[in-house]
């Protein structure tokens, strides 16, 4: 892409996020009322594990930093894709209902116009909650603070493209919102647990079907020590959940039926 494209492209993805923010914001009691309470929802889930590991310091390796990294990366991953990335949950609805249609008219990458679009206010409190909870308990080095930020990106990465991927089945099996649902509700439930808890089957489907293993595992394999084999798996694993996510969407696109809801968006 020539640089001038980029540039321009850029903006365009700083506008809609401006945009988005913007619309939050005009309801300023509301917002603040929303993203406070998912952060009241995510501390006392981590007050709840702070009285677990008062009683038992060590749970099969796991130790109570570890598992407050563990939320801070999954909250934050998860909050970057909702906040930044909003559509990615609504793809399925948006082909079953021809709401694609929209953003075929604009001369814009569609996937990326897509998932732009809209913004989960809540995911704001997700966000600052994984900031706050690695102030109090991560590692603030240069270098720690390195390690946060690539774990932070892996895990919303692959929030948002295992979320595509499995929305995508709408272009084939007609509305599977429900099922959709589902499935990236199965992710974000796993990857709030250690997976030392797991074992045998349970953990092999943690690290192929739904892989949450790879975001629930970097505060052990990246953020308290740096496990080549595990980083260069997950990072794999990331790029592939992206690739495939983009193909996917595409594929299924060349045989998306119009919903007949062609329309201009400024």
């Known amino acids: 892409m020539m640089p001038g494209k980029l540039k321009r492209l850029l903006l365009f993805v700083f506008a809609c996020w401006k945009a988005n923010l913007l619309g939050a914001m005009e309801f300023r009691l509301s917002f603040l009322l929303t993203a406070g309470m998912m952060l009241i929802n995510n501390v006392v889930w981590i007050v709840f594990w702070g009285i677990y590991f008062r009683r038992f310091p060590v749970v099969n390796g796991w130790e109570l930093t570890d598992v407050m990294m ?29 709401q694609l249609d929209v953003y075929l008219t604009q001369p814009k990458p569609v996937l990326l116009h897509v998932l732009i679009s809209r913004m989960s206010v809540s995911s704001i409190g997700e966000v600052v909650f994984a900031l706050l909870v690695y102030a109090l308990f991560g590692d603030r080095s240069p ?91 997950a990072v794999g694993v990331t790029a592939l959940l992206t690739v495939g996510g983009i193909v996917l969407f595409y594929a299924g696109l060349r045989r998306y039926a119009s919903g007949n809801m062609m329309g201009l968006r400024s």
Not at 83 to 98: K, P
Not at 168 to 179: D, K, R, S
Not at 201 to 227: E, N, Q
């Open 70 to 98: 563990l939320w801070a990366v999954a909250a934050g991953g998860y909050g970057l894709m909702a906040m930044l990335f909003g559509n990615s949950m609504r793809v399925a609805s948006l082909i079953a209902s021809g």
């Open 143 to 233: 270098f720690g603070l390195l390690k946060f930020g690539l774990a932070l990106v892996m895990s919303a990465l692959i929030f948002i493209f295992f979320t595509i991927i499995v929305n995508c089945l709408a272009f084939w099996l007609g509305n599977t919102e429900g099922l959709s649902f589902q499935l990236f509700n199965a992710l974000l439930t796993f990857t709030t647990y250690p997976t030392g808890i797991f074992r045998g089957l349970g953990k092999l489907v943690l690290f192929t079907v739904i892989p949450a293993g790879f975001i629930s595992y970097l505060p052990i394999g990246l953020l308290r020590h740096m496990d080549p084999v595990f980083l260069f798996g």
